[in-house]
């Protein structure tokens, strides 16, 4: 079970959270962006062997997304911080 | 009481006699017996038989790493498959038998598979039964051979009906946990109180001392006997408020976030308990350590018993397992054994010295005699000057091994210790998780209790010891050496599935040099005794046999749980109604008491049709749907999911998120819209209504509400956080009935007197808040049957209420298979129906929802991509059946031919059907490959091998002026 | 073939004490160039190398398993077969497996015990039905076999299943395959593994790719290993839930997640249940091996790991699943529980083909279910990297579907895992 600091909320189980993915992925300008690079957007995720940045809802909490430093060999969790202040 | 038992001493109330059966044999043990330690008084030598062989087997051990005495206990629901002997308290009546051996395990007909074992050697099966060349058996493996090995194989009965236990889960957090409550465990968890720590301290056993139940040789702890000294130990922290303290409590599994998984069982029951999630800042493994068998030639035979069980049986059971001892050990830690068999009155008829070896044992189902000799130069016995002893106990020990299970299966490695002829732990695993005591390899009584209590506590000093302190010296590998090949065949390394050293050593000369290709394809330690006592012999087995060292081989992983745990204690209480909670409509009670037929929709249990007495669902549902295209219908659409969306820039987050625009909505109007994720595809539709100019009040369908509002969020939070906006679920808020049908207005007007109904005061696709019933009530000018329909919001609470109201009004009560009827009627599709994740809402005829005129929206990019363009596309049509009494299948492909030949392209496929009453026919919606510019064409939708002629049409087949909005 | 397995042979080498038997396979040293090399040794790497060596005479081929061979998800499955999925290139490539299934162990001489009990998957909702029926028509439309049974028919193919219409989730019919199963999954890759030594390819395990070698034109170019560097002009990584770190090495991108799958098997009990039994909405998965344990699947850990290792939780929702469905299974107990790192693709459908890497293939994607598409997995890859493109029957597989919006979306209608 992992152990998620929630900024609001404090340590949760994983289980109150919601997994997200790849937080690194960037919606390109639909205007401009090619085929291979919507493609690359939609599909394409980093999937590292070791640190992941990734994100978690906080769904049977505060109902934040979360922007979760993550080891994928040691699950030890770093830095947490809201989605939209990272976003932002 | 007849049998073995001594006449004094032991941990047993022999003012309790317990009356059991074994194998349908009446038997008596005392309280503080386990079922094997019981068995064993009683005389009763084999326990049971051998997987593969059938070889009758005895007790090797007393404690949890018991390979042979697997039981079965009680009967139909109560049965309980598997259990070992050695964990299992004696009960009152427990009925307990072998899991193997026909008609029974003193004289099993399968021991004939042990009158020549060369050919069932390891992995046999793999290289026979292959051919279908059996003659006049086609198929033969699956048609004979498999059935008849799986009729073989097996082991305990599963039990019979539902389980009348029941379990339950438990959490705890603590400061430091520790896993075992032999002497370091005691010390750790008595340091830790004493800094102030909170505490829990878990036993598997149904007592406290660990290895000092069973032996009297070790030195005195704080002035008093290590037995006395861990009692008293045990009583100082089970009374510490600040500590939990559990007995007969296994810890089975080391997770992420130090999450101990615990499994407790009652002391003085068999069977249901409890499993505590344990959370701790500091996790003590003292699980202590597991002595190891060593692997001779005749090894298996009952009354070959581990040193360790052979102390407990006299010591803790008072049981003379024998009366004539032969003592094989690899190791120097002997006295306490001598003691103990001394006191039982044992003759110790041979001592197996360093310079020889066992290399046969004698006795049909018990031992009596025991072959050994002396070894030659080349460090093989030899057999030429071997002497026979007879004996009835062989007790042997191969060395310790620290019990490294929790340890390696959170990731933690370990490593051969030549010093200490063992693997030890060797880092890796969590922070805040060490080992102590033996499990930690320090197996003398005060090493165990100074690294338990921990250098660096500070506070109190730890226990103080006195006196002599043994401990095993100079350990080898188990492995006794073995003249000839054929003497391997009889050398035992995993008892319960009957590897034996020629297995391995076979495994290797086929060049499965892996320890885990060893174990795989030798099946050594794939048993229910997790391999406890065959994982080392198996490594220096293969050790010996591949010219390699044990460090280098190293052992097999190993998996949680630690244990074996029942599957009902794992699901815990989430069983029956507890296990996928049902959601209910405030309406529920009424939809019951109106003979409602529910369907499962996400978790909500909603109405499919009212069935009065004796109504089959068909004429139900025709006349439902007759009330509704007639008179007037009421539907509970409390399920429908709802959201709140608020903020000054709400407008324009809606206008990102639908394909159509939401910003040109006038507050006081609805819109119905759909979204896409942004790969295109229909991901949700539903009504958006304007509250006012920064409010919005949305639905989603029933079973999506979830997760639409958390990719919401993501939208909201991750992608456009410079918008304001929020959102609320907003679902359990408001109740919903929605009246439909060309009286409708007349319904509503008895409910709601002051509104005015008319086109112009409240047209289609409009909102009001008015008093309806009685009760403050939003109000949706929506339909989806296509007639004129309201659907009327009221807080949760008085769902029962305006139900009701809607009723007394004349409404007749109509399903949610009514209403697909309806929408199907009128072309309109459904999530889950019409689309399956791969449908744009062009292929669904949506075109006109998109909107050319605003900016982004989610999906816009991807509905450009080539495939989703490209000709050849399923799009939404309608289908008539020629044969205007068929209602279609759904799920029906359609094809071109009514006679397909595989593999027959496929056009497309049935998504919805059913019995029109108003066009009085079946009828149907479907994809189909350009189906849009089929209409008119003759198709075939065919299911289960029929094929029915069907006309394509448009998929709108009721109304489609779409006057009876305003009826 | 020499030393060919058969019943006589056993008794011959039972005579002879058993010391006639020789190893599977050799334990060669890396050469430093073949014409192929295959980073995996799982299932689908050693059939891929086979299938060159048998079908398409390329036997001067390399397989490169940075442990043992089998010990990834080849070792950690359930190790259900079956091919009655929805979409054509679906049932296509999955049928023509289960064709190969049929004869693999007369065809690599081992008994890879493939059962075929039948696959029982159960519908529980009318959703499930309306999908089930689909599903069911469109397999016997493309030739595999596939019937509707209804409650009464569940009941009457495996007598353990609570159908009563008051459980949580009634039963409400089955689609069922019969020539579904489950195979011995050690004795597919050791199968495949000695068949493929036989014909000269080397297995070489404990060499783990530390590098992926380009010349100047970019073109694949051989491995570096931890046992040194092995030159090939041609390559393939059939790594599964390792492929993103391959692909990385290579420098391409996966639309692949690896997320833990965890298993278990129940104690061995006597023989009680005959088929497979799957369920998407309780979210049972469970056969009986020979030996007689239960065997079942659990779900998927929500995150992303390459550990090996999964959460409790996950396990006890699924004995609360398992009892569900089968409520005498309550006091039987779990032995075992593992995990394996399967690699997920966004709709549930491998990816086999041609990488941005001239040169390279690659065979991924596979997610939850790639035991079963061992041997076509293996089959089409073989064809592909034989002749330079692929094999109508993974065509529709390739990596470029993902840019053209092309996709076998598995997930909606026929998203049964394992």
Redesign the interface.
Known sequence: ???IPCPHCGVR???E???????TVR?PD??T?S??A????????D???GP?T??W?H?SGC???LVVE?D????AIGQVR??????? | MTGSRLPAGGLIDRTKPISFTFEGRALTGYAGDSVASALLANDVRIVGRSFKRHRPRGLLSLGMEEPNAILNVGTGAHAAPNRFATELPLAQGLAVSPTRGWPSSRFDLGGVLDLWPTPLAAGFYYKTFIGPRLPGVRDAWNRLWEPLLRSLAGQGRAPEGVDPDAYDHAHIEVDVAVVGAGLAGLAAAEAALGRGARVALFERDIRPGGRALGRDGDPRIDDAAPLAWAEGAWARIADNPRATAKLRTTAFGLYDGRQLAVYELPVDGPYAGRIWHVRAKEIVIAAGALERPMTFPGNDRPGVMLASAVEAAIRRYGVRPGGQAVVFLNHGDGAGLRQALNAADIEIVAEVGPDETVTGTQGFGRLQSVDIAPLGPDGLPRMDARRRVPADLLATSGGWSPALALHLIQGGRQAWSEADGCFIAAGGGQDGVRLAGAANARFSAAAALADGHGSTAGGAPGPKTTGGDAAPSGQGLPLAPIAAERLKRQAFIDFQHDVTVADIGLAAREGFHAIEHAKRYTTAGMGTDQGRTAQLATAAALAAATGREIGDIGLSGLRPPVTPVPFGALGGWRRGALFAPVRQTPMHRRHEALGAVFEDVGDWKRARYYAAPGEAMAPAVARECRAVRTAVGALDVSTLGKIAVAGPDAAAFLNRVYTNRMDTLAVGACRYGVMLKDDGMVFDDGVVARLGPNRFHVTTTSGGAAAVLNWLEDWRQTEWPDLKVWLASVTEQWAGVAVAGPNAARTLAALAPELDLSDTAFPHLTWRDATAAGLSARIFRVSFSGERGYEINVPWRHGEALWDAVLAAGAIPYGTEAMHVLRAEKGFIVVGHETDGTVTPVDLGLSWLISAKKGDFIGKRALARPALTAPGRKQLVGLEPEDASVVLDEGAQIIATATPRPPEPMLGHVASSYWSSALNRGFALALVKDGRARHGERLFAWSLGVAHAVRVRDPVFYDPKGARLHA | MQDRFSAGRILREALGGNAGWRPWRRNPEPKPRYDVIIVGGGGHGLATAYYLAKLHGIANVAVIEKGWIGGGNAGRNTTIVRSNYLWDESAAIYEHGLKLWEGLSADLNINVMFSQRGVLNLAHTLHDVREGMRRVNANQLNGVDAEWLDAPGVKAFCPLIDISADARWPVLGATLQRRGGTARHDAVVWGYARAADRLGVDIIENAEVTAILRDGQGRFDGVETTRGTIKARTGALVAAGHSSILAAMAGFRLPIESHPLQALVSEPLKRLLDCVVMSNQVHVYVSQSDKGELVMGAGIDAYTSYTQRGALHVIEDQMAAACALFPMFSRVRVMRTWAGIVDVCPDASPIIGATPVPGLYINCGWGTGGFKATPSSGWTLAHTIATGAPHPLNAPFALKRFETGALIDEHGAAAVAH
């Open positions: 079970m992992l152990l189980p994983e289980t959270f919601v997994y997200g993915g790849d937080a919606r639909p205007k962006a085929l291979d919507w493609a690359a957007y939609i599909y394409e995720r999937n590292p062997k992941h990734e994100l809802l769904a109902h934040s997304w993550r994928t060999v040691t699950h809201q989605a939209r202040d990272a976003a932002s």
